[in-house]
């Protein structure tokens, strides 16, 4: 049996997907340690997750090609000839992406100008057919054992008639009704992941990406699933800082953040149909773990001068004893791609896990990698986290 696993990433000339793969050479190659990931930490040292250097990377993408230069010098490698040894393994995979499919070239390319590496069609299932045949492609060509498929694309705007999407049922009616105005680019790639025996995972907000309908299959097909949104920032700080106000009963009266980034996710959240979904994924935190709804508002504006950075500027408002008011501020800054690449790995390592012991479904123990976690009602950073140390200390040695 083949010990080589395929990741297989959705936008893979993306800032998010380059420093991933630059990542995890990184760590095979002993350039950098794997802070910030949680399959290499000691507690989980008994588990038999994929080496690094066992993955093989590919994936789509609607252009051809892209600098990967500059996302990897934006993190903390200082050495130039490392920096251009992983710039050229990545342009090297990047150079053999896979075509992105497309439906509607006005709609599933909006903010983005180079158009030439694309698939289009009018057919749902000549599009689904088309990523099978790639997947089956990557597979037999690197002889793979198994494989999963990450959606790492920029926000879409929510989906049209939703509740079509409830059932595996009602999926097959979509693909084979041809109904392409109710669909989003992402459910073409989960749902051709997941029939062709992938794990899968949403990294985006995108609810095109991930459904009941989905989930339904992946039992189905006997796959793993996981989404929604990565939870890299300011959403990881609120989830460990509101169970504070809960647990002194102190009232939180209002809480608001304010967002800037400059990446091509910044650019696209401007538009304001892409910018709910994500506002919608991070602003329904806070009901969940305070139990009422205080004054919230998150906001989210592009400023392109920060390139791959982003800061968040958080505002609570609560009141205390003696109904005596008060204020807390917070400001978390970071490098965009390196916050979230950590979690890929992981969460593709554990995906990777999953496949071998023939889990199939969501995967519940991942709840504190996402801000809306599918299956898991807990949004408390504490509790969704002791959900995986379960999970961990019940796989023997």
Not at 43 to 72: K, Q, Y
Not at 125 to 142: G, L, M, P, S
Not at 336 to 346: G, Q
Request: hydrophobic share 40%; proline share 4%; aromatic share 10%.
């Amino acid at each position: 049996m083949a010990n080589k696993r395929g990741l297989l990433f959705i936008g893979l000339c993306g800032h998010l997907s380059t420093v991933t793969m630059a990542g995890a050479m990184a760590i095979a190659n002993e350039i950098c340690p794997p802070t910030g990931m949680i399959s290499t930490s000691e507690e989980c040292s008994h588990i038999p997750f994929t080496d690094f250097d066992d993955i093989v990377f590919g994936g789509w993408d609607i252009r051809s090609g892209r600098d990967a230069f500059s996302p990897i010098k934006d993190t903390g490698i200082e050495d130039i000839e490392q920096l251009y040894l992983l710039t050229d393994s990545v342009k090297s995979i990047q150079k053999q992406s896979f075509p992105g499919v497309i439906l509607n070239a006005g709609e599933a390319i909006s903010g983005i100008s180079e158009q030439s590496h694309v698939v289009k069609t009018g057919s749902l299932t000549e599009a689904v057919e088309k990523i099978h045949y790639d997947i089956v492609r990557f597979r037999e060509e690197n002889d793979l054992a198994q494989i999963v498929v990450i959606n790492l694309t920029s926000t879409e705007p929510p989906v049209k008639d939703a509740c079509l999407f409830d059932t595996a049922k009602g999926i097959s009616s979509i693909i084979k009704k041809n109904m392409t105005e109710c669909i989003r680019p992402s459910f073409l790639y989960a749902y051709a992941a997941i029939t062709s025996g992938c794990g899968y995972i949403n990294f985006t907000p995108s609810e095109g990406g991930f459904s009941h309908g989905l989930v339904e299959l992946a039992r189905q097909y006997g796959v793993p699933v996981m989404g929604n949104d990565g939870k890299t920032g300011e959403t990881l700080v609120k989830s460990a800082l509101a169970p504070m106000f809960a647990m002194r009963n102190l009232e939180v009266l209002s809480w608001e953040g304010y967002n800037i980034l400059g990446n091509t996710d910044g650019k696209i959240l401007q538009n304001h149909e892409n910018g709910a979904s994500k506002i919608k994924s991070k602003d329904r935190l806070l009901p969940h773990i305070l139990g009422y709804h205080p004054h919230s508002k998150v906001s989210i504006d592009y400023v392109p001068s920060l390139g791959d950075r982003k800061t968040a500027w958080d505002f609570i408002h609560f009141q205390g004893f003696l109904n005596t008011k008060m204020s807390m501020q917070f400001i978390w800054q970071g490098c965009d791609s390196v916050l979230a690449a950590p979690l890929i790995l992981d969460l593709a390592r554990f995906a990777f896990l999953a496949l071998d012991r023939e889990e199939s479904g969501v995967m519940t123990h991942m709840a504190s990698f996402f801000k809306s976690p599918w299956g898991v009602d807990e949004h408390a950073l504490g509790k969704q986290f002791s959900l995986l140390e379960e999970y961990c200390s019940a796989i023997k040695s």
